[in-house]
């Protein structure tokens, strides 16, 4: 269409029609019916393209892969999520009210389309942890998409010795040969999954593994972190009770009781374990030289645990190093003929624990961290920046408290009995505080659970001599038996 001989109003008209806006009034409305009249008819209106969400699965084989990823687990209620989350719109309400570390990686798996199920993907996890608890090396493992393809047997048959190991024949693919690609051509699963996961979770490394892999069974040992301030705490005396776990010992006086589980083994390993200083490489707020700020952890590796294992160990440790349990308390709860029964204790606090590594038989596992043999370290960077910003935020809201506790220390308040000329005398409650912590020491028991928690008791109550649980056998048959008692009555209704 030619417009170099239409007028200015002409041209108007004719972008209005384009554009579908309402033409003026009077003389323009006259200049937009013969632009109208000369020109031909408005372009019809694009329809908006809507997304469907037919993705075929079917057309992509899967390949078993083994994935290593960190989380900080302040903001989820625990590891495991609540049942099947992409199937169930009860789960997802669940999930949604409660949420859960698995819960949100299944959420960014099924949206990268690397899942197309939450059940149908063989999966399987290393270390279960509750709320609260993070992990540095948590590893699950299970089938997702590849960009391998489907071979008939011919094909398969003719490929190189060399890459025989990667033709497959497993039942997720319904037996059918798949010719898989090498790490560096296989999809950028670190960055697919890391771009819709939450900054507090990140996927670190993930591993080709065999089709009877279990993240669970394959798992040679676990290694836990609790980090603690050493303030008020003797190092020695602790160091003396943890050595005392170190071999092969019942652990039911240690443990958390799920009587539904009906487990009658409590013995477990600890292959090593020490209480040494947090490296200085880790970059602390206040002064981590002086003897208050000094930060500890405990190091434990063993080969599995029970529930809430660890927290109970570390209870009994910070008892140990107040001086208020002597270090063969280790030695007669583990004797479950002398403590038959759990005494009543509180367990430590979740929030300084970690699962911090989980290891494999090298013939099982071998980690990717980066794609292309390192010549593209992109992963690497993009990991480093996430976890370094929120290593940033928790560091600034940890000043920010530090300030705030800091403005309370200095505040001026009237000290008990002085006085002086024109009212009683004034001292910073940094002073007065450290007299009332004073007072309190003779009267009050204070028992230190981690992360600043801490409960007191006008007397404490040896653990030998407290109130003890019934022994496990009588505990598991006592449900056993209530369990088959509620099966009888509904039987009758």
Same mark, same amino acid.
């Given at each position: 269409?030619?417009?170099?001989?239409?007028?200015?109003?002409?041209?108007?008209?004719?972008?209005?029609?384009?554009?579908?806006?309402?033409?003026?009034?009077?003389?323009?409305?006259?200049?937009?019916?013969?632009?109208?009249?000369?020109?031909?008819?408005?372009?019809?209106?694009?329809?908006?393209?809507?997304?469907?969400?037919?993705?075929?699965?079917?057309?992509?084989?899967?390949?078993?892969?083994?994935?290593?990823?960190?989380?900080?687990?302040?903001?989820?209620?625990?590891?495991?999520?609540?049942?099947?989350?992409?199937?169930?719109?009860?789960?997802?309400?669940?999930?949604?009210?409660?949420?859960?570390?698995?819960?949100?990686?299944?959420?960014?798996?099924?949206?990268?389309?690397?899942?197309?199920?939450?059940?149908?993907?063989?999966?399987?996890?290393?270390?279960?942890?509750?709320?609260?608890?993070?992990?540095?090396?948590?590893?699950?493992?299970?089938?997702?998409?590849?960009?391998?393809?489907?071979?008939?047997?011919?094909?398969?048959?003719?490929?190189?010795?060399?890459?025989?190991?990667?033709?497959?024949?497993?039942?997720?693919?319904?037996?059918?040969?798949?010719?898989?690609?090498?790490?560096?051509?296989?999809?950028?699963?670190?960055?697919?999954?890391?771009?819709?996961?939450?900054?507090?979770?990140?996927?670190?490394?993930?591993?080709?593994?065999?089709?009877?892999?279990?993240?669970?069974?394959?798992?040679?040992?676990?290694?836990?972190?609790?980090?603690?301030?050493?303030?008020?705490?003797?190092?020695?005396?602790?160091?003396?009770?943890?050595?005392?776990?170190?071999?092969?010992?019942?652990?039911?006086?240690?443990?958390?009781?799920?009587?539904?589980?009906?487990?009658?083994?409590?013995?477990?390993?600890?292959?090593?374990?020490?209480?040494? +200083?947090?490296? %200085?490489?880790?970059?602390?707020?206040?002064?981590?030289?002086?003897? =208050?700020? &000094?930060?500890?952890? $405990? !190091?434990?590796?063993?080969?599995?645990?029970?529930?809430?294992?660890?927290?109970?160990?570390?209870?009994?440790?910070?008892?140990?190093?107040?001086?208020?349990?002597?270090?063969?308390?280790?030695?007669?709860?583990?004797?479950?003929?002398?403590?038959?029964?759990?005494?009543?204790?509180?367990?430590?606090?979740?929030?300084?624990?970690?699962?911090?590594?989980?290891?494999?038989?090298?013939?099982?596992?071998?980690?990717?961290?980066?794609?292309?043999?390192?010549?593209?370290?992109?992963?690497?960077?993009?990991?480093?920046?996430?976890?370094?910003?929120?290593?940033?935020?928790?560091?600034?809201?940890?000043?920010?408290?530090?300030?705030?506790?800091?403005?309370?220390?200095?505040?001026?308040?009237?000290? +008990?009995?002085? %006085?002086?000329?024109?009212?009683?005398?004034?001292?910073?409650?940094? =002073?007065? &505080?450290?007299?009332? $912590? !004073?007072?309190?020491?003779?009267?009050?028991?204070?028992?230190?659970?981690?992360?600043?928690?801490?409960?007191?008791?006008?007397?404490?109550?040896?653990?030998?001599?407290?109130?003890?649980?019934?022994?496990?056998?009588?505990?598991?048959?006592?449900?056993?038996?209530?369990?088959?008692?509620?099966?009888?009555?509904?039987?009758?209704?």
């Amino acid at each position: 269409m030619e417009y170099e001989h239409w007028t200015k109003d002409e041209l108007i008209a004719r972008l209005r029609a384009l554009e579908g806006t309402p033409a003026a009034t009077g003389e323009s409305a006259a200049a937009d019916d013969t632009a109208m009249a000369d020109s031909s008819p408005p372009a019809t209106p694009r329809k908006r393209k809507t997304r469907r969400d037919n993705f075929d699965f079917s057309k992509f084989p899967q390949r078993k892969v083994a994935f290593k990823f960190s989380y900080f687990g302040w903001p989820y209620y625990g590891l495991a999520r609540q049942g099947n989350v992409l199937g169930s719109a009860e789960k997802r309400e669940q999930e949604a009210q409660y949420p859960t570390v698995e819960g949100e990686l299944f959420k960014a798996l099924a949206q990268c389309k690397l899942i197309a199920s939450d059940t149908d993907c063989d999966y399987t996890r290393c270390g279960r942890t509750d709320r609260g608890v993070s992990g540095f090396g948590q590893v699950v493992a299970l089938y997702v998409r590849s960009v391998g393809k489907f071979v008939s047997e011919e094909e398969a048959s003719n490929v190189p010795d060399s890459d025989q190991h990667l033709v497959t024949r497993d039942e997720q693919n319904g037996g059918r040969a798949v010719l898989l690609p090498d790490s560096e051509r296989e999809l950028p699963y670190i960055n697919m999954i890391n771009k819709l996961l939450p900054p507090e979770i990140r996927i670190l490394a993930w591993s080709p593994v065999k089709a009877d892999f279990s993240a669970r069974f394959s798992c040679t040992s676990r290694f836990y972190r609790y980090f603690f301030s050493g303030d008020g705490l003797d190092i020695g005396l602790m160091r003396q009770a943890a050595a005392k776990f170190l071999g092969t010992h019942d652990f039911r006086n240690f443990c958390r009781l799920d009587p539904a589980k009906q487990i009658k083994n409590f013995e477990r390993t600890v292959l090593d374990i020490a209480i040494n +200083p947090v490296p %200085s490489r880790v970059s602390l707020v206040g002064d981590s030289a002086g003897v =208050e700020g &000094r930060w500890w952890q $405990l !190091e434990l590796r063993g080969t599995a645990f029970l529930w809430h294992q660890v927290r109970c160990m570390m209870a009994i440790l910070f008892a140990v190093g107040q001086g208020i349990e002597a270090p063969d308390i280790v030695d007669k709860l583990v004797d479950v003929q002398l403590t038959s029964g759990k005494p009543e204790y509180e367990m430590a606090n979740d929030l300084p624990l970690v699962l911090a590594d989980c290891a494999f038989d090298a013939n099982d596992v071998q980690w990717i961290w980066v794609r292309n043999s390192g010549r593209d370290l992109g992963n690497m960077s993009v990991l480093d920046r996430s976890v370094s910003q929120m290593w940033g935020e928790l560091n600034t809201r940890a000043v920010i408290a530090s300030a705030l506790l800091q403005n309370l220390r200095d505040v001026q308040v009237p000290v +008990p009995g002085g %006085s002086e000329a024109g009212g009683p005398r004034m001292a910073p409650w940094a =002073e007065c &505080r450290q007299r009332l $912590l !004073e007072e309190e020491r003779q009267t009050v028991t204070k028992s230190i659970l981690g992360a600043g928690s801490v409960k007191h008791a006008k007397k404490y109550i040896p653990l030998m001599e407290r109130k003890r649980a019934a022994p496990v056998e009588l505990r598991n048959q006592a449900w056993f038996e209530r369990k088959g008692t509620n099966k009888r009555a509904r039987k009758t209704e």
